[in-house]
Nanobody
Framework: QVQLVESGGGLVQAGGSLRLSCAAS????????IGWFRQAPGKEREGVSC????????NYADSVKGRFTISRDSAKNTVYLQMNSLKPEDTAVYYC?????????????????WGQGTQVTASS
């Protein structure tokens, strides 16, 4: 059974940093593309970043380019999202998900397994 667990969310002041983790069980993350998505209250879920199985294929939403960095740790079967210079508009529930292909895309319809999400709040 495939399971994803996000952690690392919390409350920070604008300009602060957080690192989200996405730990997997039931499969090896290295074989697949992993995406991070977020959903703010009253808004649709949007793609934030993704990483391909090789680790060299990455994509970022324009709104987070230069501030967020996605990476993976094969030994821990975990993918991370380092978030710096957080803004109030980054406030949302963040989800990780698995795409059963090697290349990543930011469209959520391409992803099959999802975690439960972790809340990120950046206060002004």
């Amino acid at each position: 059974q495939v399971q994803l667990v996000e952690s690392g969310g919390g409350l920070v002041q604008a300009g602060g940093s957080l690192r989200l983790s996405c730990a997997a069980s039931g499969l090896t993350l290295d074989d697949y593309a992993i995406g991070w998505f977020r959903q703010a209250p009253g808004k649709e879920r949007e793609g934030v970043s993704c990483i391909g199985s090789s680790g060299t294929n990455t994509n970022y939403a324009d709104s987070v380019k230069g501030r967020f960095t996605i990476s993976r740790d094969s030994a821990k079967n975990t993918v991370y999202l380092q978030m710096n210079s957080l803004k109030p508009e980054d406030t949302a529930v963040y989800y990780c998900a698995i795409r059963m292909f090697r290349l990543c895309v930011l469209g959520e319809v391409a992803y099959e397994y999802w975690g439960q999400g972790t809340q990120v709040t950046a206060s002004s």
